[in-house]
Structures are given as C-alpha cells and as structure tokens.
C-alpha cells in the first residue's frame, strides 16, 4: 500500500473540492473529497501538464 501525503482540499466555487498529493516515490495523485478511495495517479510532470491544458482551457469543451 502506497503511503500519499495529502495537501489541504481545493475547493472552486460552489463546493467542488479535490485533493492533490505525493507519494514517497515521487508520483502525483488527484483525488476527490466525496470518496477518499478514489484518485488519478501519474508522474508528476504527466499531472502538471494535465492542470496546464486545462488552464489553458483544453477542457472547455466539458463544462
């Protein structure tokens, strides 16, 4: 079992939060707030370039 350190949540507007953490070996985690089990993992720069396509507004399409 993997150890993640979690950061604090995030939270936009209306409530919608996430969480990102590390783990010990350097890999990157998105996880949601309403079920603490379930995450996204990657590399760190694989995630980092996911939250930049999305500023970037790669995801517009979504909302």
Do not use: Q
Request: one cysteine or more; proline letters at 0%; aromatic letters at 8%.
């Amino acid at each position: 079992m993997t150890d993640i350190h979690w950061d604090d949540a995030f939270c936009s507007e209306g409530a919608n939060c996430f969480r990102f953490g590390l783990d010990d070996l350097g890999r990157a985690y998105i996880g949601s707030t309403t079920d603490t089990s379930v995450h996204v993992s990657d590399s760190v720069e694989a995630l980092r370039a996911l939250i930049s396509a999305v500023k970037s507004g790669a995801a517009d399409h979504l909302l």
